[in-house]
């Protein structure tokens, strides 16, 4: 009984919506309680215990820098176990991929990717792959061969996106909205535009190369 209760803390843990979109967040590059706070909408007391929560299994780990203090996820393995739980939600439980399905209706993407072909053509300059997350989640890990473009600079950087070439937009994962607001934009200017519902941690999970830095 004691082994379970022990693995039992982890359920307990993650029992709260909010603590597993920290979890997203922190998956996608190291944040402070100040931008958690921001991102979540929640008050800076409550964040802070909801990383207590997650501190005290281990799933993430701090450092500090001067006087503040970043926060992320313990190793890849937490990020796997985060994806698998979200594989697991869609799998079994029918409401969560109705509304990921009616939300997303209308829009084009690349529902069977070839991921070495999209990486091969990318390096090859024959499709232009965007990663229009914010920067700083860019240079935690991308796709390589894409370059970032944020979302709220896409519209004054169009002309670094070759019109002749197809667009593939990414951002955080498959409920993340940035890369169906990016593909709107771009047909609305006249490019070819698709996105990706995969991002940076299924990649990864995949067994695909993840670059860091700021170098496509």
């Known amino acids: 009984t004691t082994i379970f209760e022990q693995i039992s803390r982890i359920g307990k843990a993650i029992s709260h919506p909010k603590r597993l979109e920290i979890m997203e967040l922190l998956s996608q590059s190291e944040r402070t309680v100040d931008s958690l706070t921001?991102?979540?909408?929640?008050?800076?007391?409550?964040?802070?215990?909801?990383?207590?929560?997650?501190?005290?299994?281990?799933?993430?780990?701090?450092?500090?820098?001067g006087t503040s203090i970043w926060y992320r996820l313990s190793d890849d393995s937490v990020a796997d176990f985060f994806r698998a739980l979200r594989v697991l939600a869609v799998g079994h439980l029918s409401e969560l991929e109705k509304v990921v399905g009616e939300y997303f209706s209308g829009h084009r993407e690349m529902a069977a990717v070839d991921k070495k072909t999209l990486t091969k053509k990318a390096r090859a300059g024959e499709v232009s792959?965007?990663?229009?997350?914010?920067?700083?989640?860019?240079?935690?890990?991308?796709?390589p061969g894409a370059i970032s473009i944020p979302i709220d600079e896409l519209e004054k950087r169009l002309?670094?996106?070759?019109?002749?070439?197809?667009?593939?937009?990414?951002?955080?994962?498959p409920y993340c909205v940035w890369s169906v607001e990016a593909v709107k934009k771009l047909e609305e200017c006249g490019y070819r535009a698709v996105h990706l519902r995969d991002g940076v941690l299924d990649w990864r999970a995949q067994g695909y190369k993840v670059k860091t830095g700021d170098e496509p």
């Open 38 to 65: 921001k991102e979540t909408g929640l008050s800076q007391a409550n964040t802070s215990q909801h990383l207590k929560a997650l501190r005290a299994c281990e799933l993430i780990s701090s450092r500090r820098d």
């Open 129 to 143: 792959v965007i990663d229009v997350r914010p920067l700083h989640e860019y240079e935690s890990g991308h796709i």
């Open 159 to 173: 002309a670094e996106i070759p019109k002749r070439q197809q667009v593939v937009a990414y951002c955080r994962g």
